[in-house]
Nanobody, 120 residues
Framework: QVQLVESGGGLVQPGGSLRLSCAAS????????MGWYRQAPGKERELVAA???????NYADSVKGRFTISRDNAKNTVYLQMNSLKPEDTAVYYC??????????????WGQGTQVTVSS
């Protein structure tokens, strides 16, 4: 069993900051790419940021320069530092990880989601 547990969401004013965390636990052999997605009401889930095991990153154009993704491989944890938040960043944020459970099988896992609301 593998679980991804997210934390750090909440209500913040425009221009504020939040830091999301996502910790993976369970029967983990190794973790490859990790990332954050978000889904706003009435919209499809979209990629926000992703990071490889080696630390290479990519971002959605809408968050470049404002969000930073990082990971601690020793803790099986990925972070999303969100600065200069805008109302359009309001969404449920989901953690995603490509986890190898043994030497052969790799699966895609999702967290339960954490609400981020940007409003004055």
């Amino acid at each position: 069993q593998v679980q991804l547990v997210e934390s750090g969401g909440g209500l913040v004013q425009p221009g504020g900051s939040l830091r999301l965390s996502c910790a993976a636990s369970g029967s983990i052999f190794s973790i490859n790419a990790m990332g954050w997605y978000r889904q706003a009401p009435g919209k499809e889930r979209e990629l926000v940021a992703a990071i490889t095991k080696g630390g290479s990153t990519n971002y959605a154009d809408s968050v470049k320069g404002r969000f930073t993704i990082s990971r601690d491989n020793a803790k099986n944890t990925v972070y999303l530092q969100m600065n200069s938040l805008k109302p359009e960043d309001t969404a449920v944020y989901y953690c995603n990880a490509h986890i190898r459970v043994d030497t052969i099988y790799e699966y895609d896992y999702w967290g339960q989601g954490t609400q981020v609301t940007v409003s004055s």
